[in-house]
């Protein structure tokens, strides 16, 4: 079992930077890949980023390609988004999810066992 507890969102302005934080309870979440999520109200969950086990493989979503970059400290049991150059249309709940996969990177929500509860991200036009 691995719990996930997302931080870092807030308000801000379109253009600015904010930086999500993903902690894992478990001391074995090197061994886990790692994704980040996102849902805006009337829409469906979303694939932003994934890393693998190791930080070796990371991959995006294409809208969010040279704005994000999602990174992992296995030291502290933790995942990272570094978000830039935010847009409304980035605006949702993120939510970070980690599968006990091999080395390699997880695209699909369905692949993901483990979920955080989500954290706001709001940008203003």
């Known amino acids: 079992q691995v719990q996930l507890v997302e931080s870092g969102g807030g308000l801000v302005q379109a253009g600015a930077s904010l930086r999500l934080s993903c902690a894992a309870s478990r001391r074995t979440f090197s061994s886990y890949a790692v994704g980040w999520f996102r849902q805006a109200p009337g829409k469906e969950r979303e694939f932003v980023a994934a890393?693998?086990?190791?930080?070796?493989?990371?991959y995006y979503f294409d809208s969010v390609k040279g704005r994000f970059t999602i990174s992992r400290d296995n030291a502290k049991n933790a995942v990272y988004l570094q978000m830039n150059s935010l847009k409304p249309e980035d605006t949702a709940v993120y939510y970070c999810a980690a599968a006990p996969k091999g080395p390699t990177v997880v695209l699909t929500r369905e692949e993901y066992d483990y979920w955080g509860q989500g954290t706001q991200v709001t940008v203003s036009s």
């Open positions: 890393i693998s086990w190791s930080g070796g493989m990371t």
